[in-house]
Every structure is written in structure tokens, then in C-alpha cells.
């Protein structure tokens, strides 16, 4: 374990590049924070480990996996630490990992392992906590994927990150797709597009509802301030509201994808959530 103790080490001001999303994406790598993220990332790949004298002891199993892993592992000091971080509060670890985005076409392929027969398009995803949240409730649901389409923020910006609470390391995810692409590429692989709308010609918890997302189906969740894009609207088999009877005018998008997930897991896994 080599040491890092000068915050004006080239070491530092590259880690703290992979905060600017140009830089990730010349590199291939961003990163997370924490030991919980850490632990996440070690289940797909780390590169660099960069750890306090105090962090090293209370996660020595952490370090020791990166390490037999073969990610380089840096103990740091806390001045060091702090100047690579986006957070104040790092908890004694940092990593840098490889891009976790995959193609559209590989995104789709390994959603076919997931459980439940269903991916979520964030459309224009412009909101960081919103994003990592969507992805945190797919990934507890098993939903098959996350395609986020070109305009959307990215899912390795470091609030994505940290609202994924390590789900980003867990269900695939394709990014910058564009809208004619991902219309193309969902009806190729027969899913049925449902665009969640206010106005919706159907509605959650009917049986027309059930019907439709008994099978394969691809929710497209929209920009909170500009709704679905009107190609992917245009382009949907399905519209399908959320029933409200609240003063509450509309939900957020993280909000609504939630209750239409779980509304997917219903209809296509009724046996999973019966009381025992």
C-alpha cells in the first residue's frame, strides 16, 4: 500500500477531474465515496482505492478485496482525502471505478437476466437525486434495465451516485441513447412501450392496466417540467395514468416511476407479494 500525503500531488487533482463529466468520459472512470458505495463497486471493479489510516482499520476487509482484486490501494491522509472528495463527509474511502454504462444493445441483453420483464426510459432525466432514485427502486424491484435518453444527467455524477445508495453497480444502465434509437431498439426486443401520463387513457390498478404490464413493457418516464418527449409519446403503445384524489396537481418523477414499478412487479409477479 503506497502512501498519499500532499494535496497538491497530480494524484489528487486527477481524482478530483472525475468530478467533471468530460473527464470521465475520456478517462472511462468516475467516483464513489464512502464505505457502502465501496463495497458496492468491489462487486463489479475497482481501480483505485484511496483510504485514511483510520478507514483502513475499521474496513480491512474492503481493503483487502481491493487489493486481491488488483485495484492500487492508497493510504492517504485526511487532508488528501478531503481534497478528492465532493462530499464532507468521505467516511475515510474513496474509489475509482470503470464506467458502469453499457451499449443499448448490451443493456438490454443483460436486462433479460433480471427478474421482472420490464425497463424504465428516464426521459431527459435532468434531476441527479431523482435519477439515482429511479435506479435505486428498479434495482430493488428487479427491474430489467435503466436507459436514460441524450439530455439526461449523468449516472456517474457523484448525487446519482450517492442516491443509488450502490444500485448503479447492480442493474444495467445505457446512457445518452437517443429517442430514435431507444424506440427502435425496445420494439425490436418486444417490449411494449407505456408512457406514464396525467392523462393517461388507462389507469394503475384497473384491470386494462394489469393487462398491459402483465407482459414485456417498457416504462417511459418523462421530464418533470416538459413531460414525455411527443416522439416517444407518439411512439408509446399505451398511456397510463396514476389515479390521485389529493390536492397534489402531479408526482416527481422519481415518485411516479416508484408507483409504477411496483405496479409492474404486481402484475407480472402476483404470487411474490401475497402474505404468507
Known amino acids: 500500500m503506497a502512501d498519499l500525503t500532499s494535496t497538491r500531488s497530480p494524484r489528487v487533482a486527477e481524482v478530483r477531474r472525475l468530478h467533471d463529466r468530460r473527464h470521465r468520459a475520456q478517462r472511462g472512470a468516475f467516483v464513489v465515496e464512502g464505505p457502502q458505495a465501496v463495497e458496492a463497486a468491489l462487486t463489479s471493479a475497482v481501480h483505485e482505492l484511496y483510504v485514511t489510516t483510520d478507514a483502513a482499520r475499521r474496513h480491512a476487509a474492503l481493503v483487502e478485496q481491493a ?164 416522439d416517444l409519446r407518439a411512439a408509446a403503445h399505451e398511456t397510463v395514468s396514476i389515479p390521485m384524489s389529493g390536492g397534489a396537481e402531479s408526482l416527481n418523477m422519481a415518485a411516479a416511476a416508484a408507483i409504477c414499478l411496483y405496479s409492474t412487479r404486481l402484475a407480472q409477479h402476483p404470487d411474490a407479494v401475497s402474505p404468507a
Not at 142 to 151: H, K, N, Q, S, W
Not at 159 to 187: Q, Y
Not at 188 to 217: F, H, I, K
Open 67 to 230: 487489493k486481491t482484486q488488483g485495484a492500487e490501494v492508497y493510504t492517504v491522509t485526511d487532508d488528501v482525502l478531503a481534497a478528492m472528495a465532493q462530499t464532507r463527509q468521505p467516511q475515510g474511502l474513496i474509489a475509482v471505478c470503470p464506467l458502469v454504462a453499457l451499449a443499448l444493445d448490451e443493456t438490454l441483453a443483460a436486462a433479460r437476466q433480471r427478474p421482472l420483464r420490464c425497463v424504465v426510459v428516464l426521459d431527459r432525466a435532468n434531476d441527479p437525486g431523482n435519477a439515482g432514485t429511479v435506479i435505486r427502486t428498479a434495482d430493488a424491484l428487479g427491474v430489467g434495465a435503466v436507459i436514460l435518453t441524450d439530455g439526461s444527467v449523468d449516472p456517474h455524477n457523484g448525487k446519482v451516485v450517492r442516491s443509488t445508495a450502490g444500485s448503479i453497480f447492480h442493474i444495467p444502465i445505457a446512457v445518452d441513447v437517443t429517442v430514435e434509437s431507444t424506440i427502435a431498439a425496445l420494439t425490436a426486443a418486444g417490449y411494449v412501450l407505456v408512457a406514464a401520463d396525467a392523462r393517461g387513457s388507462v389507469c394503475l390498478g384497473t384491470m386494462g392496466a394489469e393487462a398491459v404490464l402483465s407482459g414485456p413493457v417498457a416504462w417511459v418516464i418523462g421530464n418533470e417540467a416538459h413531460g414525455v418527449h411527443e
